[in-house]
């Protein structure tokens, strides 16, 4: 068994939450675990926050002899390692990142040669955040905002989802960043909190209802259930394995789109624009009493090899 590993990864916090699972696995080998990545990783404050303590080290200067093997994912090899691809010995899983119904995690798992059945969950640690005492059911919202590819996945409707949650008697937390959630009504978290104080938000929340977010993954590893509204985004990539989930969607001929051609000429959005906060509201009210039972993802998985 190789001693010192490198991994490669370059891409956003939901997404290296999912690696997260076999970052778990590989240390269960006791392998020396280094993270080969760009400068993008290195300059966000998040997902620096997110990998303190569980690598070894983090470099985005490629250097062979050091490592004995390097595990490679297709969708994020950084430049440095594509370079000197030929001096290492590198494990590249072959698996079709983009192929319909092949979530996230079984593509990082088939990387370093592991299977369901070495799946154990993410490494997340949050960092506590006291939050208002109450008895009421405490929902918190997420949205996205930023890059194009976030705004094609946003809903415009959570100020008045928000208004009518607390109208209901719920109590409503806001997280995020920017402006994913202007004009909503709630405890106000937005751009106040650090990656894992905002993990300790949603941990201490009854269920999350967002968007395909980062966050949902960050509920997903603190087992808060999620009430996810989807549009453009094919669910089973990355949908949650700890959790009990369920699906807010409208269905139209051209939902979902992500990955084919048609999600790049998009402008209009109709997939998120037709869902309406009572679909949501009513979805949410029946999924409430299912929301905290036993049966999850995670076991429903571990009996695949």
Request: glycine share 6%.
């Amino acid at each position: 068994m190789a001693d010192t590993v490198g991994v490669t990864f370059m891409n956003g916090i939901g997404n290296f939450i999912l690696f997260t699972a076999v970052i778990k696995i590989l240390r269960h080998r006791r392998v020396n675990i280094t993270l080969i990545t760009d400068e993008r990783f290195l300059s966000n404050e998040a997902l620096l926050e997110l990998s303190e303590g569980i690598f070894d080290d983090i470099v985005y200067d490629f250097e062979p002899d050091k490592f004995d093997v390097v595990y490679v994912f297709p969708w994020c090899i950084p430049k440095s390692v594509q370079m000197k691809s030929e001096l290492v010995d590198l494990e590249k899983t072959t698996t079709l990142w983009y192929a319909s119904g092949i979530h996230e995690v079984q593509m990082y798992l088939e990387g370093i040669g592991a299977t369901w059945k070495d799946y154990e969950g993410f490494i997340l640690t949050p960092i506590y955040v006291e939050l208002p005492k109450t008895d009421k059911i405490k929902i918190v919202l997420s949205n996205c905002s930023g890059t194009e590819m976030a705004k094609k996945k946003s809903w415009e409707n959570f100020p008045e989802l928000s208004q009518i949650l607390l109208d209901l008697g719920y109590d409503i937390y806001l997280i995020g960043i920017g402006d994913e959630l202007e004009n909503c009504a709630g405890h106000n978290f937005v751009n106040k909190l650090s990656i894992r104080e905002t993990a300790s938000v949603i941990e201490q929340c009854d269920l999350m209802i967002a968007t395909s977010t980062g966050n949902v993954h960050i509920a997903d590893a603190v087992n808060t259930p999620i009430l996810l509204i989807e549009g453009p985004i094919l669910t089973t990539k990355n949908h949650p394995l700890n959790v009990n989930y369920d699906i807010v969607r409208t269905y139209i001929s051209c939902a979902p789109c992500f990955q084919k051609a048609i999600w790049n000429i998009c402008k209009h959005k109709t997939c998120m624009k037709d869902i309406i906060p009572a679909g949501v509201v009513q979805r949410m009210l029946s999924f409430i009493p299912k929301m905290n039972q036993s049966i999850s993802r995670f076991k429903f998985v571990k009996g695949f090899v």
